[in-house]
């Protein structure tokens, strides 16, 4: 049976050359690691390791041993992994990606709970332009909009509603529109790249209206700097109704509701993972999430 600490410490000095520069890595004396690969020689019956001018170089024996060493090291990691999921604690990293409209003004504050929650949990949050379709992906995803077909377990969080709304100022300078012919007269503030080919408004009477946003002055990539150049009497914007209720809530009367009986199909958000057993913290990220999850975004998938 070989002992871990005998092979940590020949790896160790594998990749680094140096009997200083190794003890120094791993917190040990010199004299320690030293005896360390003595001892670890010793049991292998034949030498490791040799000095070449203020080097050491593995030798033959030591070049065979290595690859079998990284594979005990390895395997030893993985079981250590999978034990610790057996424990009650959650830990260990997580990945998690989601659209840039979600992840500001709703994601951020989940996940600091969660994190709080969590002392043990190691976690990186990425935004993305496009969903993770990848089969073998480890991580989790959030998404805003159609999701194609994948690999992956596809699972419905709600749906976003949005209308067109502006600040009263605007309006009291521009007028407001009476019927979605008239919205190529004003100005726009456009989320970048959202309404490249136009935008269908749905009437509650049934009725539909493809509208061309006019071309915009002003362009974000970030919904909530739409809405702040909205509240600030820029122009007209389409927003999600659900981030317009957070807004009036602290700053009420910033921004008026324009043709509410023309809206937009709501937009699916959808929660992405892997299929089969996951690990204790992706189960615990998930329910984070899954209880997380606005009452309006609910309301609006059940509507929709």
Wanted: glycine fraction near 6%; hydrophobic fraction near 40%; charged fraction near 25%.
């Amino acid at each position: 049976m070989h002992d871990f600490d005998e092979l940590n410490a020949f790896a160790s000095v594998m990749a680094s050359g140096s009997l200083t520069r190794s003890a120094r890595e791993l917190g040990l004396a010199k004299s320690t690691l030293s005896r360390r690969i003595s001892h670890l020689e010793a049991r292998l019956g034949q030498p490791l390791l040799r000095r070449q001018a203020n080097r050491l170089i593995p030798t033959e024996a030591g070049l065979v041993f290595h690859d079998y060493c990284r594979d005990m090291l390895a395997l030893a990691k993985r079981s250590q992994a999978a034990l610790d999921e057996l424990r009650e604690e959650v830990s260990g990293e997580l990945a998690i990606e989601a659209h840039c409209a979600l992840t500001r003004s709703w994601l951020a504050p989940v996940l600091d709970a969660f994190l709080a929650r969590y002392p043990e949990v190691e976690l990186t949050l990425r935004t993305c332009d496009t969903p993770c379709l990848h089969p073998d992906s480890r991580g989790v995803s959030v998404w805003l909009g159609k999701v194609p077909c994948s690999a992956l377990r596809q699972e419905s969080l709600g749906a976003l509603t949005r209308g067109l709304h502006a600040h009263p100022d605007y309006l009291a300078r521009r007028g407001a529109p009476d019927h979605p012919r008239e919205l190529a007269h004003h100005a726009w503030i456009d989320l970048l790249g959202a309404n490249r080919d136009g935008v269908a408004l749905h009437h509650r009477d049934g009725s539909r209206f493809d509208f061309q946003p006019p071309v915009s002055r002003l362009r974000v990539d970030l919904p909530e700097l739409q809405l702040d150049a909205v509240a600030r009497g820029r122009g007209l914007g389409l927003l999600p109704h659900w981030m317009v209720a957070r807004r009036e809530h602290h700053h009420p009367g910033e921004l008026v509701a324009c043709l509410p009986e023309w809206q937009p199909e709501p937009l699916p958000i959808t929660l992405l993972y892997p299929f089969g057993h996951q690990p204790r913290r992706v189960t615990a990220l998930l329910d984070c999430l899954r209880q997380a999850v606005p009452e309006a975004w609910q309301m609006a998938r059940q509507a929709a």
